[in-house]
T-cell receptor, first 115, second 113 residues
Framework: EAQVTQNPRYLITVTGKKLTVTCSQN?????MSWYRQDPGLGLRQIYY???????DKGDVPEGYKVSRKEKRNFPLILESPSPNQTSLYFC??????????????FGPGTRLTVL | QQQVKQSPQSLIVQKGGISIINCAYE??????FPWYQQFPGKGPALLIA?????SEKKEGRFTISFNKSAKQFSLHIMDSQPGDSATYFC????????????FGAGTQVVVTP
């Protein structure tokens, strides 16, 4: 089954404790992206990647890191989480067609709470 | 600052009615306008999308209208059903940085029986 998977689905942590949220897709998509969803703000892009070893900042990259060492995986790293990073996080992937992204397929989400 | 403004924030419509969600953009040139549907506890999923070379696209009960000069686009859900109850996001893809899809704030639609 074609899908984007995220782990963990739920995470409660404390301020300053490094964490990683994994994202994996099995559709051989070049493009992957991370978003955070907050009430009244919709989906805001954190980082995205056009292909292996190619990443770029989205609209809200502060406090986050990413890496793309393999095509299928795109982990999101919070080196020192703070309470304002409490949010619902989504990973998405897409083919690149004619120099543009196509339909983005979203993972099920990771609900993160930072105390 | 959100480049895509979406309204209303929430919407209640009776079964069989029409749901209308509006989005507007400014400043940036965009060349792809998808709408995503999100059910509680799930990730968003593409519902329908339009490119600016057409003014309207219809798929079943869902229609996108696009007004390039006004920089506005809207989603119409005809004959709304309780199963359409979800949050809907409009989005726009910048022409010069297509990796950075911009989303609206979302509209929660509730269809009453």
């Amino acid at each position: 089954e074609a899908q984007v998977t995220q782990n963990p689905r739920y995470l409660i942590t404390v301020t300053g404790k490094k964490l990683t949220v994994t994202c994996s897709q099995n559709m051989n998509h070049e493009y992957m992206s991370w978003y955070r969803q907050d009430p009244g703000l919709g989906l805001r892009q954190i980082y995205y990647s056009m292909n292996v070893e190619v990443t770029d900042k989205g609209d809200v990259p502060e406090g986050y890191k990413v890496s793309r060492k393999e095509k299928r995986n795109f982990p999101l790293i919070l080196e020192s989480p703070s309470p304002n990073q409490t949010s619902l996080y989504f990973c998405a992937s897409s083919l690149i067609l004619a120099g543009s992204t196509d339909t983005q397929y979203f993972g099920p989400g990771t609900r993160l709470t930072v105390l | 600052q959100q480049q895509v403004k979406q309204s209303p924030q929430s919407l209640i419509v009776q079964k069989g009615g029409i749901s209308i969600i509006n989005c507007a953009y400014e400043n940036t040139a965009f060349d792809y306008f998808p709408w995503y549907q999100q059910f509680p506890g799930k990730g968003p999923a593409l519902l329908i999308a339009i490119r600016p070379d057409v003014s309207e696209k219809k798929e079943g009960r869902f229609t996108i209208s696009f007004n390039k000069s006004a920089k506005q686009f809207s989603l119409h859900i005809m004959d709304s059903q309780p199963g359409d109850s979800a949050t809907y996001f409009c989005a726009a893809q910048p022409t010069d940085s297509w990796g950075k899809l911009q989303f609206g704030a979302g509209t929660q639609v509730v269809v009453t029986p």
